[in-house]
């Protein structure tokens, strides 16, 4: 993985680089920050950087907005680019599966784990990795044997490079019984050994692992990078990429799950939603059947439901103001349903919509119940637009 592959995070990317060549660099780093924002992504190539024998400079006119990068041809980065240097150690949340039914440890995993990256080229997280091991619900940890492979793994000699580098990857993820060992290698770290850890979840580390470690701290990729790498990669109209990137709050593996949703489903499911809504005093049981539909989606799909539902409303605004709006609506039903909708959202219930919105949307993130917590959205909602 080389820097030039992750999306934005041009600023971290270049203080990264600073703090390898000033020879500043900490023994133990934690990148903290959502998966989607490339965290991890952000640790691999930054591993490959530290590990390249041929580094590339640049002054800074670059259009890639780097100040340097790994060659990416080199020995080494070619073997970090498959994630078969032998100096590269990879620890990460695993459980019993199908195959390895006991005693199981991220080394078993290696190669499955290796190809997962390489498929989703670094933007991993939870979910996805736990559908990889085909084991659904069942959630991860890292383990004693873990622990112990640490350990055991960097108090041998280095091969190739002078760091051994230990990624740990959701490292909120250790167990507790797991821990001593892994504080005791923090705290008499071996020599020329780099820890990167891990985290979307950094309130869930231990606090004194946490404070033998520097922080990292990954910010959501911004708007307009995160925009303009879905263009490339999909081919996408501007319009639709910043759409898609601001309702992903720029995490592209939440961008990535918006897409595939089709818009004319939202847009169908909006439509159905709101004119329910409207006769939220007689059509309970309708309104019920309409929130169980939703609520077989997953919950990400919920949030983006109703961000994408926030969106529509705020086109309706804006024809409501009489100015310019986008074609969200897709087609001439979508346009028809604007045009008639549009006399019910205004100024003074718009705030309170969005108020609405944003309370749902962080109680599912809070893994409330859906089911109320939509029901009771459509209650208020049609409250609202019929101006009680
Ligand atoms: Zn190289």
């Known amino acids: 993985m080389q820097f030039a592959r992750i999306i934005g995070q041009r600023k971290l990317i270049n203080s990264l680089v600073d703090m390898a060549m000033s020879g500043r660099v900490s023994h133990a780093q934690l990148f903290s920050g959502s998966y989607g924002s490339g965290s991890f992504a952000l640790a691999l190539a930054y591993a490959q950087f530290i590990a390249c024998e041929n ?14 990068d790994s060659c990416g041809k080199c020995p080494s980065c070619i073997k970090y680019s ?94 507790h019984e797991a821990a001593p060992n892994l504080l005791k290698i923090l705290e008499e770290p071996y020599e020329n050994t780099l820890f990167l850890l891990v985290s979307d979840n950094i309130g869930n580390i231990l606090g004194t692992i946490r404070s033998r470690t520097q922080l990292v701290k ?44 089709s818009k004319a489903e939202f847009v169908a499911c909006f439509m159905q939603w709101t004119r329910l809504a409207f006769q939220y005093r007689r ?35 804006h024809t409501t103001l009489g100015l310019e709006t986008g074609m969200y609506f897709l087609d001439e039903e979508g346009e028809e349903f604007r045009r008639n909708f549009s006399r019910f959202v205004n100024e003074t219930n718009i705030g309170e919509i969005y108020r609405l919105f944003e309370r749902s949307q962080y109680n599912i993130q809070r893994n409330a119940s859906s089911k109320m917590v939509l029901f009771d959205l459509t209650l208020q909602m049609g409250r609202l637009l019929s101006g009680k």
């Open 55 to 68: 580094k590339q400079f640049y002054d800074g006119t670059d259009k890639s907005g780097l100040k340097a």
């Open 82 to 175: 498959r994630l078969i240097h032998p100096d590269l150690h990879l620890v990460f949340p695993n459980t019993t599966t199908k195959k390895i039914d006991s005693k199981n440890e991220s080394l078993l995993f290696r190669e499955q784990f290796t190809q997962y990256v390489l498929e989703r080229n670094a933007y991993i997280d939870l979910p996805s990795w736990y559908e990889a091991l085909g084991v659904d619900n069942k959630q991860g940890l890292i383990n004693v044997r873990d622990a112990a492979y640490i350990v055991k793994a960097l108090s041998m000699k280095t091969y190739e490079s002078k760091y051994k580098i230990m990624i740990i990857w959701a490292c909120d993820k250790l167990y």
């Open 218 to 261: 990954v910010l959501p990729i911004a708007e307009e990078d995160l925009a303009g790498h879905l263009q490339e990669e999909f081919a996408m109209e501007k319009d639709e990429a910043l759409m898609i990137s601001r309702q992903a709050g720029g995490d592209y593996i939440k961008a990535l799950e918006y897409k595939d949703r």
């Open 283 to 317: 059509k309970a049981g309708e309104i019920s059947a309409f929130v169980e539909r939703i609520c077989k989606w997953g919950r990400e799909e919920q949030k983006s439901f109703l961000s994408y539902s926030l969106e529509l409303f705020r086109q309706c605004m």
